[in-house]
């Protein structure tokens, strides 16, 4: 995520496919942060990522299935 105000830390976990975001509750929401995270082109567990964002990602951040 380029910028999300109110996001303090993000932490991303390549071996367990998990990113740990720290925020501020009175800045942002879980909502604002999983949609932030799917127009950087990835899934989150409600929100899928902007196909067009996607595309243009390296093929080592792609899903196996589609490298």
């Not at 109110?6 to 942002?28: E, H, P």
């Not at 799917?38 to 196909?51: P, R």
């Not at 390296?58 to 490298?67: M, R, V």
Request: hydrophobic share 30%; charged share 30%; proline share 3%.
């Amino acid at each position: 995520m380029k910028v999300e105000e109110g996001v303090l830390k993000t932490v991303v976990d390549f071996k367990q496919k998990k990113t740990t975001v720290t925020y501020l509750i009175d800045r942002t929401n879980l909502e604002n942060i999983k949609t932030a995270i799917a127009n950087c082109g990835y899934d989150t567990e409600d929100i899928k990522a902007v196909q067009d964002v996607y595309i243009k990602l390296p093929t080592c951040c792609k899903k196996p299935s589609d490298q």
